[in-house]
């Protein structure tokens, strides 16, 4: 099958590269030329563990390839997809469907028809709809279906995902649009991994549900959390025993400093959106965003006080900025919150990220960049883990602690405990929903 991928991002390459090692003949393109000079020059322009790997080996079996002109993509294919971004809209909340339209009629304008145009992009219910409506007034004889397949790969995990979903959902309105996704994902069907087939509208649905969903989840953990540390109970001991439950999972209950990156935020904002304008208010989801900012607020209140009630002359080390491990992207994560707070308040800021200071640089002026985690926390009145990335997870506290003026740890995601902090030479330690020194 011949596939055209639109948006060479986070999703738009790790798609394209998978299923061209699916078998199909892929051409991915973008728009941004950079991008494109750098995939052709066998380079990923993110940060993802093994897409460089795999795409070359892709590139060099003549499967996958790329381009920034889009009416080439198109020639022939009998699949394109659109994997662009959809970020907030400015001011109201909304999802930003600015490049999905724009796309889709860039599209219309080149294709020659038959054949399916599958949004991949997380977008408000109705919006295929759209997408249709669009192309068809773009060029009114083309023969085409338009298929809605949400993507639920994870940054850092992506080709596992990709590879070995727990479900592929695909939205249609026709049985050629079913067969043709069904053809795409057969290597998949195959070895038993479940397609779900529905209406464009509950696919469109399924996305946002289950981003929401998990939102909630780690906003609920971060609540018990808040509670634990006024009555002395241990948050990592309480997911433990709700997540044993099987009706629970012990999957996303691990108390954080707030959930970023790129979707959960914004996807929470589009879903509350969607329900204001359909006079069915999400007040669950409304409740989620509103408490996850007091999560990160929290936080810079944590580092406050373990900086006696200033920031002002203090030297601070953070070690993680990205908003997870395993990945070098920086949209909405905590880091955005809680750095620009330490340097507005007067603090020295010294970061070391394995991945995250390309990006970083430009997002978080004002900050001292090292490249050791060591380096970083040399003469520090306090340290900050903000990203559990592995080699932060096994760091030589004693060292650390020794090298530091005040040696006092903010262990946001919870890796090590009071009595490890102690009997490395810590002065205090404060995590998330548990007691600090002991
Ligand atoms: P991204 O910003 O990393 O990539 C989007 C790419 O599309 C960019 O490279 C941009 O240059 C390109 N582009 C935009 N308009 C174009 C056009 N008209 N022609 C060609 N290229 C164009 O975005 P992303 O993180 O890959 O997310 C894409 C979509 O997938 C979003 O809707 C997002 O919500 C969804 N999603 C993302 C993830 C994730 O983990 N990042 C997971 C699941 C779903």
């Known amino acids: 099958m011949k596939i055209a991928m639109i948006g060479t991002g986070y999703v738009g390459l790790v798609s394209g590269v998978c299923f061209s090692d699916f078998g199909h003949e892929v051409v991915c393109v973008d728009n941004n030329p950079a991008k494109i000079d750098e995939l052709q020059a066998g380079r990923v322009p993110i940060y993802e563990p093994g897409l460089e790997a795999l795409m070359n080996q892709n590139v060099a079996a003549g499967r996958l390839s790329f381009t920034g002109d889009l009416a080439e993509a198109v020639q022939g294919t009998e699949a394109v997809f659109i994997a662009v971004g959809t970020p907030t809209r400015r001011g109201d909340g909304h999802a930003d469907l600015t490049y999905v339209m724009a796309a889709a009629e860039q599209v219309a304008q080149v294709a020659t028809g038959p054949l399916v145009i599958v949004t991949k992009s997380t977008v408000p219910i109705g919006t295929n709809r759209q997408v249709q409506a669009v192309v068809a007034a773009a060029n009114p004889d083309l023969d085409f279906d338009v298929a809605s397949n949400p993507e639920f790969l994870r940054e850092g995990a992506a080709i596992e995902d990709f590879m070995k979903p727990d479900r592929v959902v695909v939205g249609v309105q026709s049985p050629r649009a079913a067969e043709i996704m069904s053809e795409i994902y057969r290597p998949l069907y195959l070895r038993d991994f479940p397609i779900i087939v529905t209406d464009l509208e509950s696919a469109e649905m399924i996305k946002y549900a289950a981003n929401a969903f998990l939102a909630t989840k780690i906003t609920f953990i971060n609540e018990i959390a808040a509670l634990c540390e006024k009555l002395g109970a241990d948050i990592k001991q309480v997911s433990k025993g709700m997540g044993m439950d099987q009706r629970i999972g012990k999957h996303f209950l691990h108390a954080g400093p707030g959930y970023g990156g790129s979707c959960f935020p914004k996807d929470t904002r589009a879903l509350a959106r969607i ?84 990006e970083g640089e430009a997002l978080l002026p004002g900050v001292l960049w090292l490249d050791s985690p060591y380096r970083a926390a040399e003469d520090a009145d306090l340290l900050v883990i903000l990203t559990e990335w592995n080699e932060f997870r096994a760091l030589d506290l004693k060292r650390i602690a020794s090298s530091m003026t005040h040696p006092r740890l903010a262990d946001l995601r919870n890796i090590y405990n009071g009595t490890v902090a102690s009997e490395a030479g810590f002065e205090a330690y404060e995590s998330i929903g548990r007691a600090g020194l002991s």
């Open 275 to 358: 329900g204001q304008e359909n006079a069915c208010p999400m007040q669950i989801t409304e409740a989620v965003i509103k408490i996850n900012d007091e999560v990160k607020r929290r936080m810079v209140e944590k580092l406050h006080m373990l900086c006696d009630g200033s920031f002002n002359g203090k030297k601070v080390a953070v070690l993680g900025v990205t908003f997870k491990p395993n990945t070098d992207d920086m949209r909405d994560a905590p880091a955005l919150t809680i750095i620009p707070a330490l340097v507005g308040g007067g603090a020295q800021v010294r970061v070391n990220d394995p991945q995250g200071q390309r």
